[in-house]
């Protein structure tokens, strides 16, 4: 019996079913040892009933993996694509690629991109050198536009010395501040978030560190955190702020030495002329402020010390700016305006804006009272505590009034 070679040295016979993207299915059997190319030609011949007329035909079509998504390459054999007995497969044609744009259209793109350029400097300058020159002063415009809070400073400076002379008229002055003084060391005590101290003491941290970290941390818990790791060492660690030791330097003020005392005695019951009285009250007014002495962000002092800056210089930088880093990183790079200095400058005294804070009844009455000028001397060190006085049931109508009179002679 006669057999052919190539049925001897054939492969393993596989069916495999074909699809195309119209809905035809069927299947075509080949051995392993056959390329894709061939499967495709077969397909095609079967799929267009008969030879094919185009060879560009079989180039046009291409054989996907139904399971994998698999491109099939021509040249590989079935046994190479790894293509097994009833493996699906689909016979699509290719994209066509992009017809290349003609001449013609190329040129009217290039006028339409030339047509839509913005114009250079010279252009510019070309276009308006017949229009009529305008000098816009910038700083009047700017002035008018003011903002509060830059604004809101200059207005407390001037406040806080109306009220110093107001409250000195009033023979109990020295008995009021005592009081104002006491209920300021109950509201620093308020300020602190019991919920992040609760934090920091279940940490093991102590109570006392833990208060005074959060302190200088503005009640953050991590950056407290953070420094109470930092500062588990310093033999200064456990020293309390400024204005909280246990001697009470402020409240020592009213009633720790024999001397002030006598000073509030005279104050209230003798004849002592009005300038040495101010000049009393001046004294325990600059010790209350100590309480208030602005306390940077130890972050961000440390982060533009890193930068090469003096650290006096971050300081008045990040007091100018409320202790925000990017603000005062800017002003130290900058000109530097406003300077220190102009923190304590106040506002026109003979201004319309000040005449009618200073003649708003709510504003009068506020300034007699010695928690008034308290929450003045607070917000000045301290910008971020005016949202607490502002909802203070008796210094918040003062800052509202303030704050509706400034809007509406801005607006004007």
């Given at each position: 019996?006669?057999?052919?070679?190539?049925?001897?040295f054939a492969g393993k016979v596989l069916k495999i079913h074909i699809c195309t993207m119209d809905g035809t299915e069927w299947l075509e059997e080949?051995?392993?040892?056959?390329?894709?190319?061939?499967?495709?030609?077969?397909?095609?011949?079967?799929?267009?009933?008969?030879?094919?007329?185009?060879?560009?035909?079989?180039?046009?079509?291409?054989?996907?993996?139904?399971?994998?998504?698999?491109?099939?390459?021509?040249?590989?054999?079935?046994?190479?694509?790894?293509?097994?007995?009833?493996?699906?497969?689909?016979?699509?044609?290719?994209?066509?690629?992009?017809?290349?744009?003609?001449?013609?259209?190329?040129?009217?793109d290039e006028k339409k991109k030339q047509d839509n350029k913005a114009p250079d400097k010279d252009a510019i300058l070309k276009a308006t050198a017949?229009?009529?020159?305008?000098?816009?002063?910038?700083?009047?415009?700017?002035?008018?536009?003011?903002?509060?809070?830059?604004?809101?400073?200059?207005?407390?400076?001037?406040?806080?010395?109306?009220?110093?002379?107001?409250?000195?008229?009033?023979?109990?002055?020295?008995?009021?501040?005592?009081?104002?003084?006491?209920?300021?060391?109950?509201?620093?005590?308020?300020?602190?978030?019991?919920?992040?101290?609760?934090?920091?003491?279940?940490?093991?941290?102590?109570?006392?560190?833990?208060?005074?970290?959060?302190?200088?941390?503005?009640?953050?818990?991590?950056?407290?955190?953070?420094?109470?790791?930092?500062?588990?060492?310093?033999?200064?660690?456990?020293?309390?702020?400024?204005?909280?030791?246990?001697?009470?330097?402020?409240?020592?003020?009213?009633?720790?030495?024999?001397?002030?005392?006598?000073?509030?005695?005279?104050?209230?019951?003798?004849?002592?002329?009005?300038?040495?009285?101010?000049?009393?009250?001046?004294?325990?007014?600059?010790?209350?402020?100590?309480?208030?002495?602005?306390?940077?962000?130890?972050?961000?002092?440390?982060?533009?010390?890193?930068?090469?800056?003096?650290?006096?210089?971050?300081?008045?930088?990040?007091?100018?700016?409320?202790?925000?880093?990017?603000?005062?990183?800017?002003?130290?790079?900058?000109?530097?305006?406003?300077?220190?200095?102009?923190?304590?400058?106040?506002?026109?005294?003979?201004?319309?804006?000040?005449?009618?804070?200073?003649?708003?009844?709510?504003?009068?009455?506020?300034?007699?009272?010695?928690?008034?000028?308290?929450?003045?001397?607070?917000?000045?060190?301290?910008?971020?505590?005016?949202?607490?006085?502002?909802?203070?049931?008796?210094?918040?109508?003062?800052?509202?009034?303030?704050?509706?009179?400034?809007?509406?002679?801005?607006?004007?």
């Amino acid at each position: 019996m006669f057999v052919q070679e190539e049925k001897i040295f054939a492969g393993k016979v596989l069916k495999i079913h074909i699809c195309t993207m119209d809905g035809t299915e069927w299947l075509e059997e080949v051995t392993e040892d056959t390329t894709v190319e061939k499967l495709k030609e077969k397909c095609l011949k079967h799929y267009v009933h008969g030879s094919l007329e185009d060879p560009k035909t079989l180039t046009h079509h291409k054989l996907i993996h139904a399971a994998t998504e698999r491109v099939l390459t021509d040249t590989k054999t079935v046994a190479d694509e790894n293509l097994k007995d009833k493996d699906v497969l689909l016979l699509i044609k290719k994209r066509p690629p992009p017809t290349p744009p003609k001449m013609a259209e190329v040129s009217a793109d290039e006028k339409k991109k030339q047509d839509n350029k913005a114009p250079d400097k010279d252009a510019i300058l070309k276009a308006t050198a017949s229009l009529s020159t305008r000098h816009t002063d910038r700083t009047v415009t700017q002035h008018n536009i003011r903002d509060f809070q830059t604004e809101l400073r200059k207005i407390l400076v001037s406040l806080i010395e109306v009220a110093q002379k107001l409250l000195a008229l009033n023979p109990d002055a020295v008995e009021l501040f005592k009081k104002a003084n006491a209920m300021l060391d109950e509201d620093e005590e308020d300020r602190v978030d019991e919920t992040a101290l609760q934090q920091l003491t279940e940490m093991g941290f102590p109570e006392s560190r833990a208060i005074k970290a959060l302190r200088l941390n503005h009640m953050s818990v991590t950056q407290a955190m953070e420094w109470l790791i930092e500062h588990v060492d310093d033999p200064s660690v456990d020293m309390p702020l400024p204005g909280q030791d246990s001697s009470g330097a402020a409240g020592a003020t009213a009633a720790a030495t024999p001397g002030t005392s006598a000073s509030a005695s005279a104050l209230a019951s003798s004849s002592t002329d009005e300038s040495s009285r101010q000049d009393e009250l001046t004294e325990i007014f600059k010790r209350i402020r100590r309480k208030r002495e602005f306390r940077p962000d130890s972050r961000a002092v440390i982060a533009l010390m890193e930068m090469g800056f003096d650290e006096k210089e971050v300081i008045d930088a990040l007091r100018v700016n409320n202790n925000q880093q990017d603000a005062a990183c800017e002003w130290l790079l900058g000109d530097r305006k406003p300077s220190p200095e102009d923190l304590d400058k106040g506002i026109d005294t003979n201004s319309p804006l000040f005449q009618a804070i200073l003649e708003n009844p709510v504003v009068q009455l506020g300034l007699t009272n010695p928690k008034t000028l308290l929450a003045f001397e607070d917000m000045l060190e301290n910008p971020l505590n005016s949202t607490q006085w502002m909802n203070d049931p008796e210094t918040g109508p003062v800052m509202l009034q303030i704050s509706r009179i400034f809007q509406t002679l801005n607006r004007t």
